[in-house]
């Protein structure tokens, strides 16, 4: 499948997940629109995210019947290769949710999953943009959000920040402004 045709098919699914009724709570909850993108972007073929997008089966068919009835990722063939910092990946963006929408808490153990992942982070969860992954960490972890000051890449950020909860230190230089590599962590991501 080429470009355009992943891209037209990511549209179709993201209007039909946004167009189920969803149940309960989750009609209004901010993280639908963006459940829906990653859903969307794993049924084309985008992000690195299994079928069960690192919920467990249990959770991700409850979180599909909850916020987009009718729709499965059950015969997604992926799976992610793991990661042992998982937990602790996990915890610092449990640490720092927002407490406004109980999907925050589904939303972390997703982040977590895709960091696992090989490309941008907003590319591994199935996302359309950045924009979108700049959106979801300012609603569901807006602690993690502020601290980004820079604008640095999602993915770099979070292990950054994981690394010196660890007292781990691996940058050599003394900070980011003079390091050889800044383009890495704060270039574009396309």
């Known amino acids: ?3 355009s045709d992943r891209h037209s098919l990511r549209a179709l699914r993201l209007a039909e997940l946004l167009a189920s ?3 309960g ?3 209004s909850d901010p993280n639908r629109p963006l459940l829906a993108s990653m859903v969307a972007g794993q049924i084309s ?3 690195c995210l299994p079928a069960h997008l690192g919920l467990g089966e249990a959770v991700a068919s409850h979180l599909l019947a909850t916020y987009f009835p009718g729709f499965s990722l059950r015969g997604l ?3 992610v290769e793991s990661i042992p910092e998982w937990s602790d990946l996990q915890k610092l963006m449990l640490d720092h949710r927002a407490r406004h929408q109980p999907s925050e808490l589904l939303i972390a153990s ?3 999953t895709a960091c696992a992942g090989r490309d941008h982070l907003w590319q591994d969860l199935g996302l359309a943009t950045r924009d979108e992954l700049s959106r979801l960490m300012w609603i569901n972890f807006p602690g993690l959000a502020r601290a980004n000051t820079g604008d640095m890449k999602w993915k770099k950020f979070i292990y950054r920040q994981f690394c ?3 007292g781990i230190y691996v940058c050599p230089a003394p900070s980011c402004g003079v390091c050889a590599d800044y383009a890495k962590c ?3 991501e396309n």
């Open 21 to 23: 009724p969803a149940l």
């Open 164 to 166: 010196s909860t660890e």
């Open 110 to 112: 997703i982040v977590a």
């Open 186 to 188: 704060f270039g574009p």
């Open 1 to 3: 499948m080429n470009g």
């Open 45 to 47: 073929g985008d992000g």
């Open 25 to 27: 709570a989750a009609a």
């Open 77 to 79: 063939p992926r799976e």
